[in-house]
């Protein structure tokens, strides 16, 4: 894999002097042309071996381009407030909108190679690395991310001398750390790990690119051509043939024949008395008050999604939940249509902006189960835009629990037959009347469509660590109590095994 | 995942004989369509908990089918043959072409799940498992076919009931073996399992479909219809649409910028005198045979695919090799255009086909690299395609050799001066005038293109496990010896360690 970055590859002097300002003038008319189109993001990803002039290439990059339409992000230890997310949190944020270039020094491959060569991973584990990185840049190009990924190589003679050189430098000594001596010592481990690891990430749809880094010209002018190139190739492809027809639909997903489905089936006569449900309240808002108060509170980030038909009662619910918390700790998210700055990324990402960190709680008044739900019925997006995102939201759900998070989903039922009394009601009440719209009524038309697309959801994404619970929410009090039960139980679950 | 699975569905009498001979005809005329359009190949997984009725569904299938285009695959322990080859060996052998419908009944899921269950396989192991199911179905779906994955489920009382009541009926005893039973025991396992591989094997390509197993009409007439309206909806949006473009290009390989590659640098001048050529060649003959006689080679496939420019000298090196082999024992494939067979399967399927088994050599004049060399340069298939194939290929030797195979690849290397030379050679000598065509001459022309794909196939595909070895083929002794010499060292490596 890495041989052919082994022989020496080298540009003199002259033909790079005349080549630079060519290349130069041709990525910045690229970089306009790509933001004029705003059609898909630019990924760049910088990576290989210490010394290979990763960091220089990176400044000769931004040297060369528009730094408007370009934003690098180096990845080092992680932040606090990156530390208290998900690991790939950092990575999501960084992402450059459809239209920009975005470079990524340091990435998603760092820390799984090195905790490898350092034998802090199993051969195992790394491959469950490797396997989420796959599903992860699946994810990106799907949605029509150009994806490059560059991998500087030295051979191990090159990377002595390499080191050795920066290390005479006086002015340049700072640059070598003892951890690149150290690496270095690992040369031929950490050789086999990356041919592993190069060798299994590297697709059709985001190939690696190996350059050798021994000669500061070759490696410039070689990424530069590469990344113009392939912008190049990209937006031809695009502007030639029309917008690309989805791939052929896999299975269909029918209704069950005998249309029992895991919602029509649920006993929705359920009710409290005023009595009960008062006491009830009160003994869990006291209940969800402590928990929340718990020095190991601190150690879980907590996140609620609330789905259900309009006038289902979630805006209620959610104020119940509020209340037995502090006002610091918590925040709603109302979530409506994407706006322009979301559209320009995958549309999970601003799912992921808005994600808690740890001893903080995050409640979605809708979620991104959106794209299943009201973007399947309505044709927002395609067949398989939706069909790939009941993976796509597993793993995002994975990665969220697997961070450290306790993920509540909740999807409150109700009849159509109450759906139309609450509608009337609204419309009778002054101050509820704004919220009653003529959409509501055009989504009731279509209640057996969104049926079918909740049991097909709760179907396919209900899972061991992300359950979805079923609320029977015909009594709003038999709703919200359920509702602040089930999160009190879950916490209180988690919060004890975490104790342990 | 399985929550509505368990609902307790069932389909009356009355209304089961009502659909079923409907259905019958608009199966059987969507099996007429999927011939006649020969577009696809239908892929049918049927898999589940024992006892939910997959068998029975299976010949209700065939039953209501047209049986000359469908094909049933039961399987079960390996047979010998397949016990001889990779694990895969036996599925890809199982494999419909277009326009046919296979039913697979067990698959490559099997074993993995049960293994798991039954602890012989851990966590991370079983998640391995998962990563190569996904890199061969992605492999299926992108060439093409409809793949359709029956999950049949009960619940774990349902199972129970199912179980007792098959082992009260006295004719059909001997259907419930003890090992069901057993299985039966670790049913919370169990379900825990296929859980954890259902969510993270179920793609927008290859979803599977979970069917309640408990009442027979009800599971047959879902998985019927389900099979019916996804043959139809591809089939309908096949027809309605031109042929899908390919997917955008990710990255442009380019030439590296100064010219320099693993092949254009390599000495051609070396050679050997006729003395010592022939002393070489009569010690490695001699090596070679006693290690191909050897008790210990019965443990060992040896895969062996030649690849060069034109008149590079092919066929005389693998002459030169196969003199010293029991004829018994070794397979030439010299490898053409596809056939029609061939064309209605994944491109890898023919070199699947081939595989030898242990104590078998299989020699293969030209490979599976055709697909990045002439596909490539010919525009036999797209871009995607072949960019694709770098990653399958990578992952079908690993399969290979990690079932056991010794895997040497050779690129033989000549200067264009040198095959002018032969050229003109051949056409003046009689026996040897048909060995030359005007397509070599057309070949010729293209030599950059040719050269720049061989590199780029090296850098892609050499790997730790199945390395290139780059064979100076300018000189004919030279070549030969080293061929020999490689084949000699690789297999006493092989062998020795195998009798550690």
Known sequence: MFESAEIGHRIDRQTYAKAVPKLRESLIEAQWALEESGQFPVIVLIAGVDGAGKGETVNTLNEWMDPRHIRTVAFDKPSFEEAQRPRMWRYWQALPPRGKVGILFGSWYTDPIIARVYGRLKKSAL??????????????????????????????????????????????????????????????RYYRTCEHVLRLTSSGHAPWLVVEGRDARYRNLTVGTLLHDAIRTRLAQQKKRKPRPPPPSAAPLVAPLDRITMLNRMDLSQSLTDRKYEREMERLHGEMNRLAGSRAFERVAVVAAFEGMDAAGKGGAIRRVARSLDARQYRVVPVASPTDEARAQPYLWRFWHHLPRRG???????????????????????????????????????????????????????????????????????????????????????????????????????????????????????ARIKVLKTLVQRLQDVLSRDGR
Chains 1, 2 share one sequence.
């Open 127 to 188: 491959d469950l690395e490797i396997q989420r990185i796959n599903r992860f840049e699946q994810l990106l190009a799907d949605d029509g991310a150009l994806v490059l990924k560059f991998w500087f190589h030295l051979s191990k003679k090159a990377q002595r001398e390499r080191l050795e050189e920066i290390d005479r430098d006086k002015a340049r000594t700072w640059r070598v750390t003892r951890s690149d001596w150290q690496q270095f010592e690992h040369y031929d």
């Open 360 to 478: 903080r709680i995050t409640i979605y008044d809708r979620s991104w189960y959106g794209r299943v739900l009201v973007e399947r019925i309505e044709g927002y997006c395609s067949e398989a835009d939706w069909m790939r995102a009941y993976s796509e939201i597993n793993d995002f759900e994975e990665e969220l629990v697997a961070g450290g998070a306790l993920l509540c989903k909740f999807w409150l039922q109700i009849s159509p037959e109450e759906q139309l009394r609450r509608f009337e009601a609204r419309k009778a009440t002054g101050f509820k009347r704004f919220k009653i719209t003529n959409e509501d009524w055009r989504n009731r038309k279509q209640w057996p469509l969104y049926q079918q697309a909740a049991a097909d959801m709760i179907d396919r994404t209900s899972t061991g660590h992300a359950p979805w619970t079923l609320i029977e929410a015909e009594d709003k009090h038999w």
